[in-house]
Structures are given as C-alpha cells and as structure tokens.
C-alpha cells in the first residue's frame, strides 16, 4: 500500500470511528459514526434549506444526528407527516408529549397542525427555535384577532402568550396556566376584587362579594387580550 492510500485509509478510519467497515459513514442515534460526521454528509445537499442556521441550532449543540429524526431510504419520512413527526419529536421532548394530551392543547394529535407549525428543528435565531422572531409572533401568526395593535393594551398579552398559557397543554380551559380569577392574581392583587368571602371584623358572618359571585374576571373583562373601544381602559368592551 502506498503511502498514499495508507493515509486516506487512515482518514477514513478517524471519520467513521473504525471497526471492520472501516471508511463508511452509519447513520442513526446508535451509530458509531460521529453525529457532526453524519450530518456534514447530508449537510453537502442540504446547505439550502437545512443547514442555514443549523451551526448554532439546540440541537447541534447536542450533537443530534440528522439520521436520528430523518429515516433514510423509505418512501415517505416520518418527518413529512404531522402525527408521524410528533412520535418523532415527542421521544425526546417527553414532557410535551404529556402535554399535548391534557384536555386543552393544540391540535397536534388530530393531525391539523404539526411540531413545525411552531418550531423550526434546523436552528432559528428566535427562542425555543421558533418559526417567528417571538413567542407572541409566532402564536398570532394564526391567532390573528389578538395580534393588535389595540387601543388599550393587556402588558402581559403585548409581551408574552406564555404568561397566561401553556402552549403544549393545560388541565385549564384555553391552554391556560391557571383558571380565573387565580391566574389574574398571579399580577393584580385580590384586595380591590376580593374572590373570598368577606367577613366584617365583629360580625359572626360574611357577605359575599360581587365580584366572587361573577366567578371569573373575565365575565367582565371580556376584551382580556386588549380593547379598540374609548371606553375601553378596563378591558371591559
């Protein structure tokens, strides 16, 4: 062998990692082939469409081969599917999967919409990898009633979706993180809308305050998200 061929032969080995197929690539989570080699591999095609941020992605910074979400030489990628590409995704990110089957959660599991609808796996320069350049971007780029601008602005809606609901999924009514009046709570203190029964001091008992009987804050301030209205300062039309 020529010096030559002995130093591409050695090559080869250091990129495959050894072992009797020396010089090949495998591909896959189990691989013994490293993932940043795999990927270099489908990164040679896929500089396009793929790999545009995928240097700074979560997932390389984790060393998530291609292979490991990608299945090759099959008819259709389980990625191009929207319930195939949840099981996908989900066998990692398993505290989504159990909120993507809570009572209130996005309609993921019924096919409508799928983890890309959202995200964006290859790498984003927004958080959490998503497809827009925030959380509120991205949330009402289908939910478009709240995007605003409004006359009158809820702070917390204007900031952040997040605050008030869990996007995967909630025990609560519209993916919220707590039901009313505690969710409100978390920001405006009880004291001026008290959600308890009132108990004057020196009397044996109480009388119940309107605003308990109500039930929810938003029976009044039915414009939670935000108000056009003149009137609207209180969020209530």
Do not use: Y
């Not at 010089?23 to 691989?31: C, E, H, I, P, R």
């Not at 195939?84 to 919409?113: F, N, R």
């Not at 809820?154 to 969710?183: I, W, Y």
């Not at 809308?193 to 009397?203: A, D, E, K, M, Y």
């Amino acid at each position: 062998m020529t010096p030559m061929a002995r130093s591409a032969t050695a090559d080869c080995n250091v990129q495959a990692g050894g072992g009797p197929l020396a010089g090949m690539v495998d591909f896959g989570s189990k691989a013994i082939t490293p993932a940043p080699v795999q990927n270099a591999k489908c990164l040679g095609c896929h500089q396009s469409n793929a790999a545009h941020d995928w240097a700074t992605s979560a997932h390389a910074a984790s060393n998530v081969a291609c292979a490991s979400c990608h299945t090759l030489h099959t008819a259709k990628d389980p990625m191009a599917n929207a319930v195939t590409q949840i099981e996908v995704c989900t066998s990692c990110h398993q505290a989504q999967h159990t909120d993507l089957s809570k009572p209130s959660h996005h309609p993921l599991l019924e096919g409508k919409m799928s983890c890309t609808s959202c995200h964006t796996p290859h790498g984003s320069s927004a958080p959490a990898q998503l497809v827009k350049n925030t959380i509120t971007e991205t949330c009402t780029s289908c939910h478009a009633e709240f995007r605003g601008p409004f006359l009158w602005e809820h702070q917390p809606v204007a900031e952040d979706c997040t605050n008030c609901h869990d996007a995967h999924g909630s025990a609560q009514p519209a993916l919220l993180k707590l039901r009313t009046p505690f969710l409100c709570q978390t920001c405006h203190e009880g004291a001026g809308h008290p959600s308890i029964v009132n108990t004057p001091q020196g009397l044996p008992g109480g009388t119940p305050s309107a605003f308990l009987l109500n039930g929810g804050c938003t029976n009044c301030h039915s414009q939670v998200h935000g108000s056009n209205h003149p009137s609207g300062r209180a969020l209530m039309r």
